[in-house]
């Protein structure tokens, strides 16, 4: 487990990019797991621009979206089908075919679930899962309690996530009950993961994920069982942390490490 932490939300976000960067250049059909929310929306900007201006490359990558809202169509502005596209997919070179996001309004879950995980496979897994965390330490939609070895379900939305996505809504639009997530057994399995969290509000969340027990009472801690997974935080979302020390001194001695050690 390794801690990146920034001064700001955009230092992370580029850090965070240029980490995506190299695993597109090192893999050009590279399968990305990606998340909404907030969080991302720095390290897409960024994307965009390394597209425009760099040449990075997304004309063989494949990605897999975290999650969506239960019940809203794709063109819904709080849809994450709809977000994916405004933030990302439309600004850069990804073909359309190439691009999985769960459906919200499917008259199946059941199977639409199972076959979002077959197709996970199929594409030969996830090279790099990029997650954001919510307050309460879910990962994806995995709130407190859900089962570390859950798989792609639909699933109840805490109320506490609910009320922080009310702000995405319209003055007295109801925010969805239901999403269909990725379990925190399928983010588990990608060969590399990438959480990132800006802002004092994720703090605790964060600290618990990465310092506490490992607990379904915050699902991000059961990365901590992952052989290869990186934080970006920036200065406030590592607030809570006790081993900031410790974390920093890793980073400033990255280049002098014995080669094969990490
Ligand atoms: C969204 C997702 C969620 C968010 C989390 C944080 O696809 O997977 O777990 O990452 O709710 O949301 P923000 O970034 O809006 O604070």
Redo the contacts with the bound molecule.
Sequence with gaps: MEVVIKETCEQMSKAAAQEVAKTLNAKPNAVLG????????GLYKELVRMHENEGLDFSQVTTF???EYAGLKQDHPQS?HYFMQENLFKHINIPRQNIYIPSGTTDNYLAFCQWYEQRIRDCGGIDLQV?????DG?????EPTSSLGSRTRIKTLAKQ?ID??AR?FKAGEKVPTYAI?MGVGTILEAHRIML????E??AEAVAGAIEGPVTSMNTASALQLHKDVLFFLDRGAAGKLKMTAYYEWIQANLPGAPAGTG
């Design positions: 990606l998340p909404t929310g907030s969080t991302p929306l979206n975290l999650d994450y997650l954001g965390i919510g307050s879910h990962i994806a939609f995995n996530t922080d996505n995405f997530t990132l969290a800006n802002g509000a994720k």
